[in-house]
């Protein structure tokens, strides 16, 4: 079946304007992801679904991250003001349910460029 | 949230065997050990999971002793394709907020 899918593929902006990325999961999966990953470095969490709800938002780097799920689907996470700091590889991934033991499966990721 | 530790790079060669170590000092009793592979360009991979003792896939084992403040992914007779990330995760079964550490970097050489 199809996979987690997130779109753009690559986003380059500039300074100061507003991105949205967008995450499709699994179509049943009620666990959804978003992790940030600088070149060459691990993955840094930044927020969790159980459904449309985010229990916990404080690994949002500040406050112009800011994401949302609608439907228990699609999930958008939107970066407000860009910074030349933000630009990154941006990953979704989603799970059957947010039990620890529940694999995670990752999407290919957007990668942002802010200029 | 417990945190890992891994080397941060490793070499071998096609045919060997390769044992990637991660301790994890606090990790609590609800806690789960996970490995992900990530090649370039691509999101992390489930490669293994466990609780205790020894588990075993088409593509690795996973060895965590009684103490569970350690554990070593095996990687057996590794291909050139082997060639990635691999990171170590502990993942607490009542939470959600998953850590993915700076992983290790495995080099496969022909």
């Known amino acids: 079946g199809a996979g987690v899918s997130q779109s753009p593929s690559n986003k380059v902006t500039e300074k100061g304007k507003d991105v949205e990325l967008r995450c499709d999961p699994i179509?049943?999966?009620?666990?959804l992801y978003w992790y940030r990953q600088s070149l060459g470095q691990g993955l840094e969490f930044l927020i969790y679904?159980?459904?449309?709800?985010?229990?916990?938002k404080s690994g949002l780097p500040s406050d112009r991250f800011s994401a949302e799920r609608t439907g228990g689907s699609v999930s958008t996470l939107t970066i407000q003001r860009t910074q030349q700091e933000d630009s990154a590889v941006y990953l979704c991934?989603?799970?059957?349910?947010?039990?620890?033991?529940?694999?995670?499966?990752f999407g290919p990721g957007t990668r942002l460029t802010v200029t | 949230l417990a945190k890992t530790t891994q080397p941060i790079s490793m070499d071998s060669y096609e045919g060997q065997e390769v044992n990637i170590t991660c301790s994890h000092n606090n990790i609590a009793t609800n806690d789960y050990i996970t490995w992900y592979q990530q090649f370039p360009s691509q999101g992390p991979r489930f490669i293994i999971q466990g609780y205790k003792t020894k588990v075993t896939n088409e593509v690795a084992s996973l060895f965590i002793p009684a103490d569970r403040k350690s554990s070593t992914l095996s990687l057996p007779r590794v291909s050139l394709s082997d060639t990635a990330v691999y990171y170590c995760?502990?993942?607490?079964?009542?939470?959600?907020?998953?850590?993915f550490g700076a992983g290790t970097r495995l080099f496969v050489k022909a």
């Open positions: 179509s049943g999966h009620t666990a």
């Open positions: 991934a989603s799970s059957l349910t947010g039990q620890a033991n529940n694999e995670q499966y």
């Open positions: 995760l502990v993942v607490y079964t009542g939470g959600f907020k998953t850590i």
């Open positions: 679904f159980q459904g449309n709800s985010a229990p916990d």
